[in-house]
């Protein structure tokens, strides 16, 4: 199987202070990887290092996806090339509906455009509003999403279910090959759960990898992960499959300290 993305010796500080200390992870084409850990491990830290997201200073190693070294471009760029990260947008912006949100970000991201136009002074449009709608649509169909939530505005009054079923949504229009889901340690209601996971097992497909940090193993009832990983301390320090989540639940992290 082809690798999809592979972090080498990967080190990352955040106000000088070290906190990815040696990350190594390889995650191939087609696979879910579900990273876990006591919290202050790193795992947010690593999804916003991959992201770009400026305040993660990498100190060293290496992060590559179809042949590039992501670490070298802009966050744009690397959302370009098929990185997602759940929410690396602004969290609420009223007066903007989900369906102008969708459509900038996918023209943001599926626009290959090399900043100076098409070459005859023309700024790249995008997908027209037409095809865009009728892509929106689809993906809520197959997502069995009601087309009203495509008319609400962004965030403004979502629950914890519907911001994750924007974020499943988002995902759905931009087809990455490498989705990260960072699920935060406050972890999700039932709802939000549901959502999030039906949301990945239709998104899931040859081409597709899928890196699912959390704390609790509980999402893993629902998605089936193909390798589980402990991060502790800035490494990964355990990996196995899907069993190694289930021990967990029983062992707590106690025995990393
Ligand atoms: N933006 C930030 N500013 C300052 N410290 C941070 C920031 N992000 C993470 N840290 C620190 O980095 C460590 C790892 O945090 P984090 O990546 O959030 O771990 P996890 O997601 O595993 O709980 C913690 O000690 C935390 O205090
Ligand atoms: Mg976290």
Redesign the pocket.
């Given at each position: 199987m082809t690798t999809a993305l592979s972090i080498k010796n990967l080190r990352v500080s955040?106000?000088d202070?070290p906190?990815i200390k040696d990350l190594n992870l390889d995650v191939k084409l087609g696979e879910i990887h579900a990273i876990m850990?006591?919290?202050?491990?790193?795992?947010?830290?690593?999804?916003?290092t991959l992201a770009g997201h400026p305040?993660?200073e990498v100190t060293g190693g290496e992060v590559w996806l179809d042949g590039v070294n992501l670490l070298e471009l802009e966050a744009d760029e690397r959302a370009r090339l098929g990185l997602f990260l759940a929410f690396q947008y602004p969290t609420s912006v009223p007066g903007i509906s989900m369906a102008n949100f969708l459509r900038t970000s996918m023209n943001a991201v599926k626009n290959q455009s090399n900043g100076n136009g098409n070459g005859n002074g023309h700024t790249p449009k995008g997908m027209p509003i037409a095809e865009f709608r009728k892509e929106l649509k689809s993906k809520m169909q197959l997502l069995k999403m009601d087309d009203s939530f495509a008319k609400r505005y962004l965030n403004e009054g979502f629950s914890g279910g519907e911001k994750k079923r924007a974020e499943i949504l988002q995902m759905a229009l931009l087809q990455p090959k490498v989705a990260i889901l960072?699920e935060?340690?406050s972890g999700l209601d039932i709802d939000a759960l549901r959502i999030v996971s039906e949301g990945v097992n239709t998104l899931t497909n040859p081409n597709r990898s899928f890196i699912i940090?959390t704390?609790y193993q509980r999402i893993l009832d629902y998605i089936k992960p193909d390798v589980v990983h402990v991060?502790f301390n800035?490494q990964i320090v355990k990996t196995g499959g899907p069993e190694l989540a289930k021990e967990l639940e029983t062992t707590g992290y106690d025995f990393l300290y």
């Open positions: 955040v106000e202070k906190i850990g006591p919290n202050g491990s790193g795992k947010s830290t690593m999804a916003y305040k993660y960072d935060t340690d940090i704390h991060m800035g």
